[in-house]
């Protein structure tokens, strides 16, 4: 089992980044939603709600973030100073106190998403901790949904387009790490895996929403609802409908492409 894919997402919801290497850190990959976008009470915005967010591309520089969209200039957002403004956002009911970027960020996005929006970014002590009742003491997140990782098998996807009837593009499901030459949904078994010397934990599957309707090319909702249909009828738990693996990290490193995938232990048949 080889890693095939590695990808980041500097801003919650924006592009994915393809990269050959990625470093691995506490709170989950380098870069990896460090921004996010909220609206003006604080709440976080995501492709959910506006699609076409999946359409700004969002690029780590030194000392900040260069952000992209089709019919806008480029725009350099620095990363807010220690004395700059604070904002305390929530996400999926964690409340985070986080710097505000420069106000020309909130309204570059405003512009481009067609409602008013600010962007904010996660610095040191904007602590997230992760859900106690699938991590330890001290596990921390960045923005992301819930968990540092997100892993897939490639076969899955593929499999995946297969029942659709056309293909279904990875960066559709948001993954950190991609994994080849394994049969699809191997991961679903998986209890610790080790990467680069790295080992990480299956925290539990990643449970999917209508986000993964969203053409990550376009920036348009699918109209006829897939993929989430078609897995629904064969990747539903008591949860929900899973796809994937939530992962924790038990140690930094860097992963690069073609890394081997150890499964260091299993569930129990």
Request: net charge positive.
């Amino acid at each position: 089992m080889l890693v095939t894919h590695l990808y980041t997402h500097p801003l919650k919801s924006a592009a994915s980044l393809s990269l050959g290497g990625l470093d691995i850190l506490p709170r989950g990959p380098a870069h990896d939603r460090r921004w996010m976008v909220v609206d003006g009470s604080g709440r976080f915005v995501t492709g959910r709600t506006l699609p076409g967010l999946v359409r700004v591309r969002a690029r780590p520089v030194p000392g900040g973030l260069l952000l992209d969209a089709p019919g806008r200039p480029c725009l350099h957002v620095a990363v807010p100073a220690a004395d700059c403004a604070h904002m305390e956002v929530e996400i999926w009911g964690d409340r985070v106190r986080a710097p505000l970027a420069a106000a020309e960020a909130g309204d570059w996005l405003s512009a481009y998403l067609g409602q008013p929006v600010h962007l904010v970014h996660m610095d040191r002590d904007a602590v997230r901790p992760v859900d106690p009742a699938h991590a330890r003491s001290g596990d921390e997140v960045s923005f992301a949904d819930g968990f540092p990782l997100l892993l897939i098998s490639a076969r899955a996807v593929h499999d995946l387009g297969q029942r659709v009837g056309r293909r279904m593009d990875i960066t559709r499901f948001r993954p950190n790490i991609v994994v080849g030459n394994v049969q699809a949904h191997a991961e679903d078994r998986w209890r610790r895996l080790r990467i680069a010397g790295i080992e990480f934990e299956v925290a539990k599957p990643c449970t999917r929403c209508a986000f993964t309707t969203v053409d990550p090319l376009t920036g348009q909702r699918d109209g006829d609802g897939e993929p989430l249909r078609t897995l629904a009828a064969y990747r539903r738990s008591p949860k929900g409908v899973d796809f994937g693996v939530l992962l924790i990290a038990r140690g930094e490193g860097r992963l690069q492409l073609g890394d081997r995938v150890e499964v260091v232990e299993r569930l129990p048949d």
